[in-house]
């Protein structure tokens, strides 16, 4: 994005007026780093995205308990590995209970999931979230989230709060989430697009995220296209953009002051 400077900052610029942080850029390896932690933090929303997806299967408009059901009955039908109890708006899951396919849109489960339908009308849809040691063997992640539906926008807003750590090394975070989806093209199927804000705290401090046209496969650990801007602990600030270059590679570029590096990421 090109930048218009006043002429009496310019001069003073000339003059060596010091850098600010954020001018300086990220090194190579802080860059590396901020992507490896919105790589992390993507994996782990992805990760209850699609079972917020098991969540959609209902008919609008019914009484809450008669759509609890319904999704029980869904839930039962595609997941037969789930253990699944209802108790009135109230489905428990437990993901692996029982033997049978666990896998949906992408992902194979094991964990704890509460889901209470709390509104059900015409306008709008409101459908409760809580995870306990939800796991693809990859990331897991507790935590609740408040998902609502515009069905005139055809778009669903997510509020989370959401605990993760990567299997591979314990890595930990803590954050929270307001996100704006819709569907790709391809439908549900194939993902959704995504726009807003995440922040989380980490062993470095804490990370801020704007979530700008991103587009998300379920099978992906970044996305697709679309952009992120991430601010650091230190103080400074990236933007990295994501373009497909393959079916299992996406090239992830990362901007930050006058510096600029590109990493492969490769479907694990």
């Known amino acids: 994005m090109r930048r218009y400077v006043p002429a009496l900052l310019l001069a003073s610029l000339l003059a060596g007026c010091p850098k600010k942080k954020d001018d300086e850029g990220l090194t190579y390896a802080q860059a590396r780093e901020a992507l490896d932690e919105a790589q992390l933090a993507t994996e782990a929303a ?5 079972t917020v997806e098991i969540s959609t299967n209902f008919t609008i408009g019914q009484a809450v308990e008669a759509a609890a059901a319904e999704l029980r009955s869904f839930v039962q039908s595609q997941l037969p590995c789930a253990e699944v109890t209802l108790s ?7 993901y692996g209970k029982k033997p049978g ?3 949906f849109k992408g992902q194979t489960y094991s964990g704890t999931h509460s889901i209470t339908v709390a509104r059900n009308d015409q306008g709008n849809v409101e459908v409760d979230h809580t995870w306990t040691n939800i796991t693809n063997g990859k990331v897991s992640v507790s935590g609740t989230a408040d998902v609502t539906w515009n069905l005139s926008a ?3 807003t997510v ?4 605990t993760w750590t990567r299997v591979s090394d314990g890595r930990t975070a803590t954050g929270s989430g307001d996100r704006t989806q819709t569907v790709l093209e391809g439908g549900l199927l194939e993902g959704i697009k995504v726009d807003g804000t995440r922040e989380w705290s980490g062993n470095a ?4 995220l704007s979530i700008n046209d991103v587009e998300m496969r379920w099978v992906d650990p970044v996305p697709q296209s679309g952009s992120y801007v991430l601010h650091t602990p230190a103080g400074r600030s990236a933007t990295l953009s994501f373009a497909r270059k393959d079916a299992s590679v996406i090239t992830v570029t990362v901007e930050s002051g006058d510096k600029k590096f590109s990493f492969d990421v490769r479907s694990r």
């Open 46 to 50: 992805t990760l209850l995205d699609g």
């Open 88 to 94: 009135g708006a109230t489905l428990s899951v437990e």
């Open 205 to 208: 401090g804490t990370w801020d």
């Open 159 to 162: 509020v989370h709060t959401l």
């Open 154 to 156: 055809k778009s669903r």
């Open 101 to 103: 396919n666990c896998a």
